[in-house]
């Protein structure tokens, strides 16, 4: 099944900003841990999917306010194709990204920070031993600021980043703006996500967003189409709209859960150039996310 390739830097872009915007995570949400489940149910192209999220982030004050973060972020992805495909799904079955984040945070100003992140990633389907192909290096740079003890708390991020695994190789820009504009609202505006929140008393927090969601992996046993041509990767992009609860625990301890449903997705098969060369998944489908974590 082809497709346009007009197409696929679109569905690229969307991968992309949510892997950029991901490398400076922890200026936003600055979590220590996350723990975290997510589902999306069999739909009508007959696909399931499943993934489990760990991230451990270890700030580590070199200077004043400047800061050295050492962190990882481990996501397992299980794939249920259930239709009959012209060819074996066995390597489709799982799929593994591991992240090792390094950055550094330089506060130069009161409200300001620069940060600097460079994130060797393995992406795989770990059916072989390691591979070139598993291994890729993106970076991240941009600024942070912050202004808190104000009437209409903000936080503002503008960077660039560079991801390797994607058919548009080239820097790309970063935003993320979030004001708390009423004692229990703030809205957030970004790539990849743009959404409102209602605060409710202390410990309640309810909120809706608009989000990128996917993933690239490299397979390490290639795929060979009816037609010859062979397929060296797998990759999903999505966009999503939820609903969500958020309950603090204790002092920067929360669990949450969110709900929604795709506005638009997107799996297929790439060979070596990065071309989509057969669709996995292009419906629509309903997204379950829930978990714990521990902020700064």
């Not at 080239?170 to 935003?175: A, E, G, H, R, V």
Request: charged share 20%; glycine share 6%; proline share 4%.
């Amino acid at each position: 099944m082809k497709r346009k390739r007009v197409n696929n830097w679109k569905f690229s872009a969307c991968t992309v900003l949510l892997l950029l915007l991901s490398s400076v995570g922890f200026s936003q949400t600055p979590d220590i841990v996350r723990l975290e489940y997510m589902m999306m149910p069999k739909n009508n192209s007959d696909a399931e999917l499943s993934r489990m999220k760990l991230l451990i982030n270890v700030p580590i004050t070199v200077k004043d306010s400047n800061n050295l973060v050492i962190g990882a972020e481990y996501n397992r992805l299980a794939y249920n194709l259930q239709r009959e495909l012209p060819f074996s799904s066995a390597g489709l079955k799982q799929f593994h990204v591991l992240d090792l984040n390094m950055a550094y945070v330089w506060k130069f100003k009161p409200n300001w920070r620069f940060i600097g992140v460079v994130t060797p990633r393995l992406s795989s389907t770990l059916t072989n031993p390691l591979e070139n192909g598993d291994f890729s290096v993106n970076a991240t740079v941009g600024f942070l600021k912050e202004r808190k003890n104000i009437d209409k708390p903000t936080i503002m991020v503008l960077g660039i980043a560079y991801n390797s695994t994607v058919a548009l190789r080239i820097p790309l820009p970063i935003f993320y703006y979030e004001q708390r504009f009423h004692k229990n609202w703030s809205f957030v505006v970004g790539i990849p996500k743009t959404g409102m929140k209602y605060h409710l008393k202390e410990r309640h927090q309810f909120q809706t967003e608009f989000i990128f969601d996917g993933y690239y992996v490299n397979l390490q046993n290639n795929i060979v189409l009816p037609n010859t041509t062979s397929a060296s990767s797998v990759s999903s992009s999505a966009a999503l709209v939820t609903v969500g609860y958020q309950y603090k625990l204790a002092a920067n301890t929360f669990i949450y859960a969110y709900a929604g449903h795709t506005v638009f997705q997107d799996g297929v098969l790439r060979d070596d150039d990065r071309n989509d060369i057969f669709t996995l998944n292009d419906n629509p489908s309903f997204y379950f996310r829930t978990g714990f974590r521990i902020g700064l």
